[in-house]
C-alpha cells in the first residue's frame, strides 16, 4: 500500500542554520504530496504542496520539490527560526484526496 | 472562529469506560476524518465521512463507533475503553468534490488517556 519515509528527529539546529528533511514516498500512480506542520499543542496544518512532478511547493520560507524519479519530497528552508520549532509531516494522497498517509513526523529543535 | 472544534480536548478515564468525542466544522465542507495520533507522533486515519455518509473505515476495533448527524459534525464513541486507547485524537475536515485540494483542515486535538 501506500506509504510515507521520514527521516526520524529530533532534529536540534541553532536559529539561522539550514534545514533539511528527508521525506520519500511509495505509491502507485501519481499522488500529490504534502507537508503539515504541527506547532505544540495544536492541530496539524497545511504548510505547502505538490501535484505533480517536478511541482515546487513552498510557503513561509519553506521549500520542497516533487522528484519523482527519486520518490521524494524533501523539505529544506535556508534559515530556521526559533518559531519553526515544530513537528513536520510529510503526506501524500491519490486521485480523489480521500484521505491522506501520513509519515511519522520529524520533530524540530531550534534554539537561539 | 474557530474552524473545527472540538470537546473535549483533555479526557481521563477508566477502563471499561464509555466516552463520546464531538467535533464541528463551520467551513462548509463535506467531507470529516477522525485521525488517531499514538505517543509516538504517528498519525493514522480512523474514518472518513462525506455529507454523513461513511466512506472510509480503517481497521479499527469496533469499540470505535463514529456518528455523523448531519455534514458539520462528526463524533466519535469509544466503548468499553481499552488502555492502548490512549492517544491524541483529531479532526479534520475538507471541501468535498472538485473543491477538494487535498489539504485537510485539523481541530486542536482532543487528549485521551485511560488508566
Known amino acids: 500500500g501506500d506509504s510515507v519515509t521520514q527521516m526520524e528527529g529530533p532534529v536540534t539546529l541553532s536559529e539561522e542554520a539550514f534545514l533539511t528533511i528527508n521525506c520519500t514516498y511509495t505509491?502507485?500512480?501519481?499522488?500529490?504530496l504534502f507537508w503539515y506542520v504541527q506547532y505544540p499543542g495544536e492541530g496539524l496544518q497545511l504548510l505547502l504542496k505538490?501535484?505533480?512532478?517536478?511541482d515546487k511547493g513552498s510557503n513561509k520560507g519553506f521549500e520542497a520539490t516533487y522528484r519523482k524519479e527519486t520518490t521524494s519530497f524533501h523539505l529544506e528552508k535556508g534559515s530556521v527560526q526559533v518559531s519553526d520549532s515544530a513537528v513536520y509531516f510529510c503526506?501524500?494522497?491519490?486521485?480523489?484526496?480521500?484521505?491522506?498517509?501520513f509519515g511519522t513526523g520529524t520533530r524540530l529543535l531550534v534554539s537561539p | 472562529d474557530t474552524a473545527v472544534s472540538q470537546t473535549p480536548k483533555y479526557l481521563v478515564t477508566q477502563m471499561g469506560n464509555d466516552k463520546s468525542i464531538k467535533c464541528e466544522q463551520n467551513?462548509?465542507?463535506?467531507?470529516m476524518y477522525w485521525y488517531k495520533q499514538d505517543s509516538k507522533k504517528f498519525l493514522k486515519i480512523m474514518f472518513s465521512?462525506?455529507?454523513?455518509?461513511?466512506?472510509i473505515n480503517e481497521t479499527v476495533p469496533n469499540r470505535f463507533s463514529p456518528k455523523s448527524p448531519d455534514k458539520a459534525h462528526l463524533n466519535l464513541h469509544i466503548n468499553s475503553l481499552e488502555l492502548g486507547d490512549s492517544a491524541v485524537y483529531f479532526c479534520?475536515?475538507?471541501?468535498?468534490?472538485?473543491?477538494?485540494?487535498?489539504?485537510?483542515?485539523f481541530g486542536e486535538g482532543s487528549r485521551l488517556t485511560v488508566l
Open positions: 479534520a475536515s475538507s471541501p468535498g468534490g472538485v473543491a477538494n485540494t487535498g489539504e485537510l483542515f
Open positions: 505509491a502507485t500512480g501519481y499522488p500529490s
Open positions: 505538490a501535484t505533480k512532478a517536478d
Open positions: 503526506a501524500l494522497s491519490r486521485t480523489g484526496f480521500q484521505k491522506l498517509v
Open positions: 467551513l462548509g465542507h463535506d467531507t
Open positions: 465521512y462525506n455529507n454523513k455518509e461513511l466512506i
